[in-house]
């Protein structure tokens, strides 16, 4: 299947650093990636949609100034937590489609633990 | 925002014996996915059914889909020590986000 790669996997930064996680599709192109967000013992949260050469839509209570996305190129997405604090502390995980064959399931990266102190 | 509840959210077995989740959906869907998380990692795609499929079968995988009901089980047989992480439903149009279920964490014992 389709690889997606993210980095870093884990992540440790002080209270007010920003800190930018990327998500690339490795052997296919992807228009659109999606970030998720993971508490402990919890499901997914879908933060926002990627979209390559255009603003990311994002969903309902994320604040798309807190949370920069960038999505450059067909194959990479990138997510840049601004100014974090310990509250934005959690599982960051991205995924595609794709389009080539797979058109509905979602191919995931390995995610990044972040730890703002 | 979720797409439903999974249940049990969490579920003990012995290795060998079969392990059943259930997942309970809100709106009309085009299919319905599940997947696989081990502690720690990203999710791996685990087999998809469609909504005008009422079983589905990959491997020790069976799935079975009630579009009356909203409500689809993934059912894992011979469970083995191996196949302990969580798992989620999933739905979702083409080229969309998919929603997540609660998810049911499985702990398979050697």
């Known amino acids: 299947g389709a690889v997606v790669s993210q980095h870093p996997s884990w992540v440790i930064c002080k209270s007010g650093t920003s800190v930018k996680i990327e998500c690339r599709s490795l052997?296919?192109?992807?228009?659109?990636m999606f970030w998720y967000r993971q508490f402990p013992k919890q499901s997914l949260m879908l933060m926002a949609t990627?979209?390559?050469?255009?603003?990311?839509?994002?969903e309902q209570g994320v604040e798309k100034d807190k949370f920069l996305i960038n999505h450059a190129s067909l194959t990479l997405s990138t997510l840049t937590v601004t100014s974090a604090h310990p509250e934005d502390s959690s599982f960051y995980i991205c995924?595609?489609?794709?389009?080539?064959?797979?058109?509905?399931?979602?191919?995931f990266g390995s995610g990044t633990q972040l730890s703002v102190l | 925002s979720q797409q439903g509840e999974e249940d049990p959210q969490a579920l003990s077995i012995q290795e060998g014996e079969n392990a059943t989740m259930n997942c309970s959906y809100k709106?009309?869907?085009?299919?319905l996915q599940w997947y696989r998380q081990n502690s720690g990692r990203g999710l791996v795609h685990l087999i998809l059914?469609?909504?005008?499929?009422r079983e589905k079968h990959s491997g020790r995988l069976r799935v079975t889909l009630d579009t009356s009901k909203k409500s689809s089980s993934l059912l894992i047989t011979a469970s083995r020590a191996a196949d302990t992480a969580s798992y989620f439903c999933?739905?979702?149009?083409?080229?969309?986000?998919?929603?997540f279920g609660k998810g049911t964490t499985l702990s398979v014992s050697s």
């Open positions: 052997d296919f192109q992807a228009t659109t």
């Open positions: 999933a739905t979702g149009q083409a080229g969309t986000a998919l929603i």
């Open positions: 059914i469609r909504s005008n499929e």
């Open positions: 990627s979209n390559e050469g255009s603003k990311a839509t994002y």
């Open positions: 995924s595609a489609r794709d389009q080539r064959t797979e058109n509905e399931k979602l191919f």
């Open positions: 709106t009309s869907i085009n299919n």
